[in-house]
């Protein structure tokens, strides 16, 4: 049988529908561990593994994968048919994460991540996706995001890309079923949401330097644009926060005005 090679500290845990199995492992001379498997694995959770060897075979049935607690440099997903849900959590230093193969990936969460560097991430194949979360850290430890292209993802329900440093964000013309954006502490200048958008109910956008927004009008249950560069005369009307504003005033102090004519 081939084998899933991972350099390992930890232990690997190995789910399937019916049953779960935790292998408890030790690292061999050469650093590598070797898990030999069946194809019927399902989820398929690592603590402390960076995989970077995939038996494609036996990992044709796999539905769910987690890595947590792992230093990341590059992570590249084979094309695994069945893989639809991702989530990397408190890892460390990630610089690139592919997952362009995953044509049913619809969830992929990238959260709570020390000294990431990612700065980019390629989505365009990912016509499934329906749940994205790549925050940073805090406002104080943001991430590296700079660019996000969603043009191709039109299924989208939510994105949450809050504490980046994001200037665009290149949106598909509708999204027919997105509740909700978290686009706080970023670096937007702009954000056209007039239409498209015909379920959009929650966004966050607040603590960024935005000049100028628009949205739909929708029934929003939640809508922040404090603590960006807005005026009077360029908060929408039915926003729900909106104070703090760096520059906001209603126009230039008036010292004479003539009304003789």
Request: charged share 20%; proline share 3%.
């Amino acid at each position: 049988s081939e084998a899933t090679e991972v350099p390992a500290n930890d232990d690997v845990k190995n789910t399937t529908a019916s049953k779960r199995t935790k292998f408890e492992v030790t690292v061999g001379d050469d650093g590598i561990v070797k898990i030999y498997g069946n194809s019927d694995i399902k989820t398929l959770e690592l603590t402390g593994i960076l995989p970077f060897g995939w038996n494609q075979d036996k990992l044709a049935n796999v539905e769910w994968i987690q890595i947590t607690k792992t230093k990341i440099d590059i992570l590249q997903f084979p094309a695994l048919e069945k893989l639809h849900y991702v989530r990397l959590y408190q890892c460390e230093g990630i610089n690139r994460v592919n997952v362009s193969e995953l044509a049913k990936l619809d969830t992929l969460r990238i959260t709570n991540t020390k000294n990431s560097n990612l700065s980019d991430i390629d989505l365009s194949n990912n016509t499934e996706l329906k749940y994205l979360q790549t925050p940073g850290m805090s406002t104080s430890d943001k991430g590296k995001l700079t660019y996000v292209d969603l043009s191709n993802n039109t299924k989208l329900t939510d994105i949450l890309l809050a504490n980046n440093s994001i200037k665009t964000v290149k949106f598909a013309s509708e999204y027919p079923d997105l509740k909700n954006i978290s686009i706080s502490g970023n670096q937007l200048e702009e954000l056209n949401l007039a239409s498209g958008f015909p379920k959009l109910t929650q966004l966050t956008a607040n603590q960024n330097q935005l000049t100028s927004i628009t949205v739909p009008n929708n029934a929003f249950t939640s809508l922040n644009v404090s603590q960006n560069k807005l005026t009077f005369a360029t908060v929408p009307l039915i926003a729900k926060t909106y104070n703090n504003q760096a520059d906001i005033e209603v126009a230039s102090p008036v010292s004479i005005l003539d009304l003789t004519d």
